[in-house]
């Protein structure tokens, strides 16, 4: 089945944004748009209608709750689910995150069906 969300994925690891690209194709996503930390995301998502951004949190420029709590105040993209992929998996982490505006929170390494489910689930399928 083929799905035409279009996601975006924001991560300074290019190994990591091709495991999660990789991932989504195989589950049926082609429409993946990619950046490097928080700013060029926000460019990226300023030319694109985007249904999920899925963010690591450890990122140059601007790090993803920053990013996040950016999205969160602008009224344009305030309602765009937030999934946040990271190694910062302390339970203060995740509350942080949450508090930040994150919809849902996976820790790397994952696995590609906690990332099939969690995507899922944000874009209500």
Do not use: C, H
């Not at 975006?8 to 190994?15: A, E, G, Q, R, Y």
């Not at 990226?44 to 140059?60: E, G, Y």
């Not at 709590?69 to 949450?98: G, H």
Request: avoid cysteine.
């Amino acid at each position: 089945m083929a799905y035409d969300d279009v996601i975006i994925t924001v991560d300074d690891s290019s190994t990591m944004r091709r495991i999660i690209k990789n991932t989504l194709i195989k589950i049926g996503f082609n429409n993946i748009l990619e950046a490097s930390n928080g700013v060029e995301a926000l460019d990226v998502i300023s030319k694109n209608k985007v249904d999920l951004i899925i963010t690591d949190w450890n990122m140059p420029e601007m790090d993803g709750l920053t990013f996040v709590k950016t999205i969160r105040s602008n009224s344009e993209y305030d309602e765009i689910p937030i999934l946040m992929v990271t190694t910062e998996a302390a339970k203060e982490d995740i509350l942080m995150a949450l508090k930040s505006g994150v919809n849902n929170y996976i820790v790397k390494p994952f696995t590609p069906d906690t990332l099939k489910e969690k995507v899922f689930k944000l874009l209500g399928y």
